[in-house]
């Protein structure tokens, strides 16, 4: 019995790596480190595996006397509101953009924040004593925790949407919607008719194994053209937790989570609304985003990936808007993490107020040239430690010089090891990349990297 938190909870094939027996651990686990104060808020995505998974977390839960509150399909940002009203924790079961068979178990503490990287090792060390000795016997009687459903949670979250925009509705705007096969197959719609926009909807038909085939957020091509051939204002891409969002302009080209934070970052600094005149972002973002802002005095803080990370500071800096290159965007005064839907609306709602198109506001950001490669590698984490490794890496970094930089990191949530490179010299940025990723197999089949 083995579990790793990755930067988005725990994922794995689900019945072979997440099984039943390891969720119940887990949720016997979170009671011990979370306590039972307040029911436990679960929601989960569309997957197969997601009714047989949130059984086996009730049961854990309930076996160390914690009550359950089940919201059933709802986004993860849904559950963290409810669990944020009620003051809960609460779990979601969702292995996010991953493909079906794929499943995952996100914590948050209570209050609907995910929680921190101790906590996560609390959670870890209580796993392991389960797995080597029998549990010591739970409560029983009237102190065996209860499961009971919140029918009203999707209804509550979609109001809660509406609220964001106070008062402002999107009429006018017509938006082609992507649900995914996921969890956004009711809400999105739902609140977007809410607030005036008319809509047509592709892939919110979920039948257990089609999340994010072939659509959704990181298989965009269905909504390009749909948007084209509907004459759309724009159109919107959940993953299959509906925690985030790529956009596409009228012209059918994407609108990543860059692109969205220059929009909205320019668009709050008008309106003074951009606490402490920045935004957070992660080394994934492009250097343009950081170009695009300079003339705004709006600056980039950097974190490392992950929306923990970009939510960590925004808290401690007391700033309101952060978020990734792939549309996990934060408005922290609306939510505890990224929210798919509601960043939707935002953009939406930027659009009506500016009159202007989504291609308009999209071309404040010039992008540097990027190439992302994912190197498909076992033990990726123990490239950490390799020093001869890093500084080859070192060594391909400072050839690009000021007008160009990379990135190399291990997956958190995926057996692969991610190389980034920018550079205003496309061809030098494809040359490193191709080196980096050599580097990368080299390292990760031998005990040392190859020498370039």
């Given at each position: 019995m083995t579990l790793r938190f990755g930067t988005d909870g725990v994922r794995g094939v689900a019945n072979r790596e997440l099984t039943p027996e390891l969720v119940t651990a887990l949720g016997r686990a979170a009671v011990r480190v979370l306590g039972a104060d307040e029911p436990f808020v679960i929601g989960r995505d569309t997957r197969r595996s997601g009714p047989m998974l949130e059984a086996a977390l009730v049961a854990g839960l309930c076996a160390e006397g914690a009550d359950v509150v089940l919201t059933g399909v709802l986004p993860t940002p849904g559950v963290a509101h409810v669990a944020r009203e009620r003051g809960a924790p609460a779990a979601v079961i969702s292995a996010s953009h991953n493909p079906f068979g794929d499943n995952g178990v996100k914590l948050f503490a209570a209050g609907g924040r995910k929680i921190p990287e101790s906590?996560?090792?609390?959670?870890?060390?209580?796993?392991?004593?389960?797995?080597?000795?029998?549990?010591?016997?739970?409560?029983?009687?009237?102190?065996?925790?209860?499961?009971?459903?919140?029918?009203?949670?999707?209804?509550?979250?979609?109001?809660?949407?509406?609220?964001?925009?106070?008062?402002?509705?999107?009429?006018?705007?017509?938006?082609?919607?992507?649900?995914?096969?996921?969890?956004?197959?009711r809400a999105a719609p739902s609140t977007l008719r809410a607030l005036g926009a008319t809509v047509d909807v592709i892939h919110a038909s979920p039948d257990g194994i089609n999340i994010n085939a072939g659509c959704g957020s990181t298989h965009p091509g269905d909504l390009q053209e749909a948007v084209l051939v509907a004459r759309a204002d724009a159109g919107l891409a959940f993953d299959g937790d509906a925690d985030r969002v790529i956009a596409v302009d009228e012209r059918g080209v994407l609108v990543d989570g860059d692109e969205i934070l220059a929009i909205t970052a320019i668009d709050m600094h008008d309106r003074k609304l951009l606490r402490g005149n920045a935004v957070v972002a992660t080394v994934m973002s492009n250097l343009g985003l950081r170009r695009a802002l300079e003339p705004y005095g709006v600056g980039v803080i950097e974190t490392p990936v992950g929306d923990r990370n970009v939510l960590d500071v925004l808290e401690q800096r007391n700033l309101t808007l952060g978020g990734e290159q792939s549309g996990h965007v934060i408005f922290a005064d609306h939510a505890t993490t990224g929210d798919g839907t509601l960043t939707g609306i935002v953009l939406l709602d930027t659009m009506a107020r500016r009159k202007r198109s989504l291609s308009e506001l999209a071309s404040v950001l010039t992008r540097v040239p990027q190439i992302l490669r994912n190197v498909a590698v076992d033990g990726g984490e123990q490239l950490r430690g390799d020093t001869a490794f890093w500084s080859r890496v070192r060594d391909v970094d400072e050839e690009l010089g000021d007008d160009g930089r990379v990135l190399v990191r291990p997956s958190g949530t995926e057996p692969l090891v991610r190389v980034m490179v920018e550079s205003t010299d496309a061809d030098a940025a494809a040359e490193a990349a191709d080196r980096l990723v050599e580097l990368v197999e080299h390292a990760a089949s031998r005990s040392a990297p190859a020498s370039l």
């Open positions: 906590l996560e090792l609390q959670v870890e060390r209580e796993l392991r004593a389960l797995a080597v000795a029998q549990p010591d016997p739970g409560p029983d009687g009237v102190g065996v925790g209860v499961s009971s459903e919140h029918r009203g949670a999707l209804d509550e979250y979609v109001a809660t949407l509406v609220d964001a925009l106070q008062g402002r509705q999107l009429s006018g705007l017509h938006v082609v919607v992507d649900c995914g096969n996921g969890a956004a197959f």
